[in-house]
């Protein structure tokens, strides 16, 4: 692929591993999660992220924006940091997270996915505590 098109053409650079389409909705307590940062971790290959819209949707990119994630297994992280307003008035405000921390590790969030070649992997997470 000539590197002016490869944007253009969807080729890949021979490094890049091929993606699958993942989409879906994250859900807190029954309501849309917008603005969290949702995140598809193996130990088999690239991590796999997005964020969600207004009404809690995402599709994931690994190498460019919606291109998905490579087959496997994962497991998922979501977390939603937003400005902590008790640090508003401090030199570097602080971050807190709007969502239980355990779901921020994909390691404690007990949240998983396996992606398959050739298929819609549609997964939806409904946060609950």
């Known amino acids: 692929c000539p590197s002016l098109l490869s944007a253009q053409s969807g080729c890949r650079d021979a490094s890049q591993r091929e993606t699958a389409a993942v989409h879906g909705t994250v859900t807190f307590r029954g309501q849309p999660l917008a603005g969290a940062n949702i995140f598809f971790v193996t130990d088999k290959g690239p991590r796999a992220s997005a964020d ?3 009404q809690g949707m995402y599709r994931l990119m690994t190498y460019r924006t919606g291109d998905g994630a490579v087959p496997g297994d994962f ?3 979501i977390s939603k940091y937003v400005a902590d307003p008790a640090t508003a008035k401090d030199p570097v405000p602080g ?3 709007e969502i239980p921390e355990k779901y921020g590790n994909p390691t404690t969030s007990g949240l998983s996915a396996k992606v398959v070649a050739g298929k819609s992997n549609e997964f939806n ?3 609950v505590e």
């Open 125 to 127: 997470f409904d946060l």
């Open 52 to 54: 969600t819209d207004s």
């Open 95 to 97: 971050m807190k997270n």
């Open 75 to 77: 497991k998922v992280g």
